[in-house]
């Protein structure tokens, strides 16, 4: 199992542990103006994937902080330039697939992390959010050089509450030093959208700058910003990931648990981390994902993961489980 790409660049390709790619963002997909053109999923796709769940139902499920979702019809959604559809794995994984998945382990609501398949090209990922009303918020991704501000706010109407952010190519000390992204996180101070951050440990100092710089921006770091991606879970990693709860509106996903430490279900090994996280911030400040479909990958289940939390977490209580699974994920994107 693999997760999803580490940083690279804003403007060059993900990195070399996929082997997919090597061109950059075209700039017909950047003419899409942030995946706002009007779209309409497949009909296949038209429907949800069992009985709907009252509005009630689903307020009481647990909620998947980050999972992906995309579709063999690349007709409909063409792939960003540069990709194939050869290189997608599983060769779809729609709306309903995802929820197949989610609904027998008690999650009703997912929050969508744009695909890098499409990247600036949002529209599958509103459509998605479109055809299932209530189940789906949406972290979207944008270029930062092109009237961020107005493309933050006309994208929330679609459901969209966060925006994503990567290093790609930069350094450590360089990656947020761009005026467009300041606006974003200006952005995201005023209009109460989260920053979402794939990073590794080198980038958490930048990230206490930026935060130290814009109070207000809720922040939200993905997947333990991939401490032990590479099998050890480094004290000093770890640290600098803590420190950063000193800034009130940070928050990290306790995700992709099949792609960290052992990578080994039940994944008892990262229990360590998770519980000092949980001492750093508060379960208030956590929140439970998956990584789909990374985590169904390879002989892993989507149950695997978010039983780490519910069964093997006992250091946690049942408040704090409950913010973990779904409180602190719906007060950031719903």
């Known amino acids: 199992m693999q997760p999803e790409p580490a940083p690279r660049s804003f403007t060059s390709e993900p990195f070399a542990r996929r082997d997919f790619l090597q061109a950059g963002v075209a700039a017909s997909i950047a003419a899409l103006g942030g995946g706002v053109r009007p779209g309409r999923l497949p009909a296949a796709e038209e429907r949800a994937p069992r009985p709907e769940k009252t509005a009630a139902q689903i307020a009481r499920g647990f909620i998947d902080a980050h999972s992906h979702v995309w579709t063999s019809d690349v007709d409909a959604y063409p792939l960003k330039p540069g990709r194939r559809k050869d290189e997608m794995r599983p060769a779809s994984f729609t709306p309903a697939e995802l929820l197949s998945h989610a609904e027998p382990a008690g999650v009703t609501r997912v929050v969508l992390i744009q695909s890098s398949f499409y990247e600036l090209d949002n529209a599958y990922l509103l459509d998605s ?127 992709a648990c099949g792609a960290l430490g052992k990578k080994q279900a039940p994944y008892t090994d990262l229990l360590p981390m998770v519980r000092r996280l949980c001492d750093a911030y508060g379960p208030q400040r956590l929140m439970w994902g998956t990584d789909c479909p990374y985590q169904i990958l390879d002989g892993h289940t989507y149950r695997d993961s978010i039983e780490l939390i519910r069964t093997h977490a006992d250091f946690m209580s049942e408040g704090d489980r409950e913010w973990v699974l779904r409180k602190s994920a719906e007060r950031m994107f719903w």
Request: proline share 8%; with cysteine; hydrophobic share 40%.
């Open 129 to 255: 959010i479109r055809k299932h009303p209530g189940r789906f918020s949406g972290v979207a991704i944008i270029d930062p050089e092109k009237a961020p501000r107005e493309r933050m706010k006309r994208l929330v109407e679609r459901g969209v509450r966060g925006y994503r952010l990567r290093p790609w190519d930069a350094p450590p000390d360089k990656w947020l030093d761009r005026e467009g992204v300041a606006e974003m996180w200006q952005t995201g101070a005023d209009e109460g959208l989260a920053m979402a951050l794939l990073i590794d440990p080198q980038y958490l100092e930048s990230v206490g700058r930026m935060c130290a710089k814009f109070p207000r921006t809720p922040v939200v770091i993905d997947h333990f910003a991939r401490i032990g991606v590479d099998g050890e879970v480094r004290k000093a990693d770890l640290d600098a990931l803590c420190d950063l709860a000193k800034h009130p509106n940070m928050h990290v996903k306790v995700s």
